[in-house]
């Protein structure tokens, strides 16, 4: 029955999502063959670059936002209207438990967010993988690994997995959040926004108070400079505090899908 609930759930949002993400990739195909490759970054001066580049910059980071925003809110509302919303009687009608939807709404949630994740990574190595580009970043590749401390190959690896990972966590905490908002028993959508807000906020004061505590603010002022060690001095904590939150989010959740469900 799981089989089936995750594959209901994958199969009613998958012509809006892949139609979504297929303007993405043309939108980042449209970018590459009219834009940048038509910019010459070796014999260019940094001047005539500036205005280019900024602009494909911006329009690249628009995008992306745009696409991951919508996928994150399409697994908010699928959640939202299958357990709680037009969907919820008959959700709760079959012979499934509580644990069970969860489960289901967690894993489809993930796929499409990591799906998301593969699409949005594609398209940007899409976008600066032409001859120009290649290029030019052969003349500055050794600077830039040195700085990073590792090959900007192996440190785009690293983000990629982060990010995945990341994934399971900001599915959780989307449904820990909707399924605080109908605890109340009015305005439950600005209730479950007001949750998410508040608690990002103060997961975020949280970390910045335990690096401080446990001495890994130090390390980070006190760092070799070297980017990737400084960014993992900041991820790392991050991401454990934020993994041990999303355990406790998910048995919150699971409570109240099991004793507090009211669909009043």
């Known amino acids: ?9 994958l199969k009613a949002s998958a012509k809006i999502f892949f139609l979504f993400h297929l303007v993405f990739l043309i939108a980042c195909g449209l970018g590459r063959f009219c834009f940048m490759d038509r910019i010459d970054f070796v014999h260019s001066s940094p001047e005539t670059l500036l205005a280019p580049v900024t602009i494909i910059i911006c329009l690249a980071i628009i995008l992306v936002v745009a696409v991951n925003l919508f996928s994150w809110l399409m697994t908010a509302f699928r959640f939202y209207r299958n357990l709680f919303g037009k969907e919820g009687y008959l959700s ?7 644990i069970r939807h969860l489960w289901a709404k967690i894993i489809s949630g993930c796929v499409l967010m990591w799906i998301d994740t593969i699409v949005i990574w ?9 001859r120009n580009v290649t290029e030019a970043y052969a003349m500055i590749s050794a600077d830039v690994t040195e700085m990073l401390g590792l090959p900007l190959s192996m440190f785009s690896l690293y983000m990629f997995l982060f990010t995945a990972l990341s994934c399971i ?11 605080v908002g109908q605890l109340f028993p009015s305005h439950r959508i600005l209730c479950a926004i007001a949750t998410y807000f508040i608690l990002t906020f103060v997961l975020q004061i ?13 390390d980070y002022i006190n760092s070799s400079g070297i980017f990737s060690k400084e960014l993992s001095l900041i991820l790392v904590p ?7 939150i999303a355990i406790a989010e998910y048995m919150i959740t699971h409570y109240i899908l099991s004793k507090k469900i009211n669909l009043i």
């Open 169 to 179: 966590i900001s599915v959780i905490m989307t449904y820990f959040c909707i399924a």
């Open 1 to 9: 029955m799981l089989r089936k609930l995750i594959i209901y759930d």
């Open 238 to 244: 991050s991401f454990l505090f934020s993994f041990i």
């Open 92 to 98: 709760w009608t079959l012979p499934v438990s509580g």
């Open 206 to 218: 949280a970390v910045f108070l335990i690096m401080i505590l446990s001495g890994y603010f130090n």
């Open 122 to 130: 594609l398209g940007i190595f899409f976008l600066v993988s032409g």
